[in-house]
């Protein structure tokens, strides 16, 4: 019997997992909810498992899915990102059943999660971190301690949850009437997000750029870097478009930020595929922000410049293998941009798209070009997930190069039925800062500018609608 790897998640990253599964000749088992099956994962699998009715919380279900690879047969679970992919039970779980989870240790997710606990093991390492507080007690006490960090190290200051991530649980603080309103407002939305309300306090780093280091180390302690990503531009704190590598014009600072996400990996006993992430501010200060225990939604960048495959090797290092690269044999050639095509509206805030069918579904593709998506034409997006249809990967040799060919796919990219994030892309392409490589946090809210564009559909599209519908009908409905 072939081996067998369960996928404990859905939509585009469950395919990127099965392709590397099955490529490495194991056999992969996918898992669904009632609103995903009609979903592609569950398509190409070697076997597809349902949980339950769902939403989301069949998902979630640890013992579920212990089950399902009990079961199966599986011998190592594969969590992607979101979902379990960061839960420490979830892992632990799979230690106390024999099964091997394709990530760091529960014991390592649980010091990283606890982003007051992973502060103290930077600190003890000696690395740069943004001013942060312990975690605040409850009541008077809390509120306390938190008015005498913002009076210490003035506002705005950050307010988080300890157990946090994602871009979620976080909230910017300006003055200190705002922080005694807040904290126990902050606390309940933990609570819900994370079944846990401690929080915490961060300075704001002003305007900065936001980059990471993809790090790979194995079960001896061997771990290397696979360079930078610069995840700058964002909304409400979530990353929107992802480059490798940084843009930023000091490769020694850079070298040093890979160094340190080296140094800050092995202080915390990290094995497996992580990200360490930092804050750069306007006079190249570098702070340490966290460490996250699992592949990225934007490791497709890093693959595209190193030619690594970090998803295969996550897997051959899960089961024993050594890394079979060093520091030396990897090599950045050129950049690379990956853009999240969502079913949003930007123009409505990012309003979700959800419960709308694709009519029409052309995708770009050519010499640099790599899709990671699960859409197909006639599928309907279910209300209850993320938005996220398809990740767009363009690379070139050059940044001028990388961004032509960008504005190409963007240009050739037809989904019709929803609104999806693609023409305010297609503005960014344009926009002067964007072509200098000149962006930073603040990106979006300097160029208002980019929500402002036409909705009409080109020519070829309205083409492609019509022929859609003559399909669907059975009868062009416009004859006379």
Known sequence: MKTKILVANRGEIAIRLIRAIQELNYEAVAVYETPDKESRHIRIADEAVWLGDGPRCDYLDIAKIITVAKKTGAVAIHPGYGFLAENPDFAKACENNDIIFIGPSSTVITNLGNKVIARQIMADAGIPMVPGSDNLAHGDEGVEAALAFGEKYKYPIMLKATCGGGGRGIRRIENAAQMKEEIPIARSEAKAAFNDDRVYLEKVVIEPK????????????????????????????????????????????????????????????????????????????YYFMEINTRVQVEHTVTEMITGIDIVRTQIKLALGKPLSFSQDDIQMRGYAIEMRINAEDPKADFMPEGGKTVSVYRSPGGYGVRLDGFVYQGFTIPEVYDSLLVKMTVHGFSWNETVDRLRRCLKNFVISGPKTTIPFYLNITAEPDFLAGNFDTSYLDKHPELFSYDDNVDEANKLANLIAEIHKKGHNPYAA
């Open 210 to 285: 936001h980059v990471e280091v993809q790090i790979m180390a194995d079960k001896d302690g061997k771990t290397v870097h696979l360079g930078t990503r610069d995840c700058s531009i964002q909304r409400r704190n979530q990353k929107l478009i992802e480059i490798a590598p940084s843009m930023i014009d000091n490769k020694e600072l850079l070298d040093t930020i890979c160094d340190t996400a080296v140094k800050a990996a092995k202080a915390a006993n990290y094995f497996n595929a992580g990200t360490v992430e930092f804050l750069i501010d306007k006079d190249f200060n």
